[in-house]
Nanobody, 115 residues
């Protein structure tokens, strides 16, 4: 059974930081491209960042220089370090694992940026 379990969300003030974690089980973690998506209220889910098996990284322009994605194959975990958060970053953040036609999602973790 595949499980992607996110953690680390919460309420943070503008300019603050959070680190999201996603622990994967039931997959050969090293073979999957891992990513983070987010969905703000009333909006469609959007891509944030992803990291391949060998460390290749893609990210959306709006988070470049602020968010950093990384992975630890020993822990089967992918991280999203988020700095300089602003209100536009408020969303439910979802972990994603993809390989060929296999695509898995976590349940999401809420990130709220507010003073």
């Amino acid at each position: 059974q595949v499980q992607l379990v996110e953690s680390g969300g919460g309420l943070v003030q503008p300019g603050g930081s959070l680190r999201l974690s996603c622990a994967a089980s039931g997959i050969r973690f090293s073979l999957y491209r891992m990513g983070w998506y987010r969905q703000a209220p009333g909006k469609q889910r959007e891509f944030v960042a992803s990291i391949g098996s060998f460390g290749s990284i893609n990210s959306v322009d709006s988070v470049k220089g602020r968010f950093t994605i990384s992975r630890d194959s020993a822990k089967n975990t992918v991280y999203l370090q988020m700095n300089s958060l602003n209100a536009e970053d408020t969303a439910v953040y979802y972990c994603n694992a993809v390989r060929a036609d296999l695509n898995y999602w976590g349940q999401g973790t809420q990130v709220t940026v507010s003073s």
